[in-house]
T-cell receptor
Framework: GQQLNQSPQSMFIQEGEDVSMNCTSS?????WLWYKQDPGEGPVLLIA?????ELTSNGRLTAQFGITRKDSFLNISASIPSDVGIYFC????????????FGKGTKLTVNP | NAGVTQTPKFQVLKTGQSMTLQCAQD?????MYWYRQDPGMGLRLIYY???????DKGEVPNGYNVSRLNKREFSLRLESAAPSQTSVYFC???????????FGSGTRLTVV
């Protein structure tokens, strides 16, 4: 089945630093999504990308849909303590299939 | 509040016991999903229901059964729990053709 390779697995940064994480796949996806999971909660959608090359921002978050449709990245600028959590990428094949394939997550720790 | 509600939030079972995890959404979404989350494994799809009256297997269906009782409710049943089913279980729903899943807050299941 499809697999997403998400990296890095974990990051330890200082408050104020920028963060970058990415996902790659051997399969082409029609939609890329980025989720954040706070401890003890379910994942929450941060950004959805629908077109190859699309660059979308949501506050301090910026994500891009790779031109090849096989990758995506998420950047967080000027990190703050509440950015702590696990970030998941997810790809959707489309073409009538709603199922999402998830990466294994990037665990972010922000030191004040 | 509108969203996806999962019950119970926590459960401890003995090996061989059975139980049903409940999920309900009040957003009139067509599709509902059950995922399990294990450390380092990301989110893996167990079963899904594209519409009321239909269910399909996901990536890891063995040991589970599901019922789409009506449009609102999608339950996951463990007939004979095993320690390998210790996990956090998430229910999610999605309207068609929107792409963003809404997740519940999870059920933390321990099988001893």
């Amino acid at each position: 089945g499809q697999q997403l390779n998400q990296s890095p697995q974990s990051m330890f940064i200082q408050e104020g630093e920028d963060v970058s994480m990415n996902c790659t796949s051997s399969s082409i996806f029609n939609t890329w999504l980025w989720y954040k999971q706070d401890p003890g909660e379910g994942p929450v959608l941060l950004i959805a990308l629908y077109k190859a090359g699309e660059l979308t921002s949501n506050g301090r978050l910026t994500a891009q849909f790779g031109i090849t449709r096989k990758d995506s990245f998420l950047n967080i600028s000027a990190s703050i303590p509440s950015d702590v959590g696990i970030y998941f990428c997810a790809g959707q094949l489309g073409g009538g299939s709603e199922k999402l394939v998830f990466g294994k997550g990037t665990k972010l720790t922000v030191n004040p | 509040n509108a969203g996806v509600t999962q019950t119970p939030k926590f459960q401890v079972l003995k090996t061989g016991q059975s139980m049903t995890l409940q999920c309900a959404q009040d957003m009139n979404h067509n599709s509902m999903y059950w995922y399990r989350q294990d450390p380092g494994m990301g989110l893996r799809l167990i079963y899904y229901s594209a519409s009321e009256g239909t269910t399909d297997k996901g990536e890891v269906p063995n040991g589970y059964n599901v019922s789409r009782l009506n449009k609102r409710e999608f339950s996951l049943r463990l007939e004979s729990a095993a320690p390998s089913q210790t996990s956090v279980y998430f229910c999610a729903s999605i309207p068609w053709p929107n792409y963003g899943y809404t997740f519940g807050s999870g059920t933390r299941l321990t099988v001893v």
